[in-house]
Structure formats: structure tokens, C-alpha cells
């Protein structure tokens, strides 16, 4: 079974940079798809950014589209997001999820894998 571990996660200042990694317990191979979710107490877990392994095309969701960019490392199975100019909005518990494609990426009922999630709290 695949496992995820998130791990970047802290504290940063409105305007600030963080990069959150994903660790995958083994190589998934073409047919995998790799996204990032987020969630606040009270809603929905929600889509942020997704990769495919097969041709590296992403998608994103718009509050994030020009801030926000998602990569895999193929070598050291892990997928990042690399998030600048945060805002206090993106205030959130991320998530990395694998799926297998094809198929929709940018809803949750589609993944069949999670991590336990990395806190992310950016000040104002």
C-alpha cells in the first residue's frame, strides 16, 4: 500500500514562502496522479493543486493559481508545493493524496490515498 507523510508545515508571516514535502513510502508508477487539499475547522476539505506522473501537466485551484506551484521529485518519491505570497486565508491543514488516473483530480472522493496532514498558519 502506498503511505503518505506530510512534513514543512509552520508558522509564517503574511507575504512569506513555505515549501510543504510528501513523503511516498514507495514508487507509484505513471498511471498515479499526486494532489494537495487543504481544510479549516467547520469546511470542506477543499482541491489546491494536482500532478500528473505520466506527462507532469498540473492543475490548480484558482485562489492559488500564480502563488502556488506543485512539482515531484521522481528520484526521492516525494511530491512538493511550493507556496509564496501567502495570505492569512491560506490558513489551513494540508494534505497530499495519491490517485490512480485517469479520472477527475481536483475532488477528493477521487483519491484513494491520504497523509495525516502538516498544519500551515500564516500571521497578518
Known amino acids: 500500500q502506498v503511505q503518505l507523510v506530510e512534513s514543512g508545515g509552520g508558522l509564517v508571516q503574511a507575504g512569506g514562502s513555505l515549501r510543504l514535502s510528501c513523503a511516498v513510502s514507495r514508487r507509484t508508477t505513471s498511471n498515479y496522479a499526486m494532489g494537495w487539499f487543504r481544510q479549516v475547522p467547520g469546511k470542506e476539505r477543499e482541491f489546491v493543486a494536482a500532478?500528473?506522473?505520466?506527462?507532469?501537466?498540473?492543475s490548480y485551484a484558482d485562489s492559488v493559481k500564480g502563488r502556488f506551484t506543485i512539482s515531484t521529485d521522481n528520484a526521492q518519491n516525494t511530491l512538493y508545493l511550493q507556496m509564496k505570497s501567502l495570505k492569512p486565508e491560506d490558513t489551513a491543514v494540508y494534505y497530499c493524496a495519491a490517485k490512480r488516473w485517469p479520472g477527475v483530480v481536483t475532488t477528493q472522493w477521487q483519491y484513494n490515498y491520504w497523509g495525516q496532514g502538516t498544519q500551515v498558519t500564516v500571521s497578518s
Open positions: 500532478i500528473k506522473w505520466s506527462d507532469g501537466s498540473t
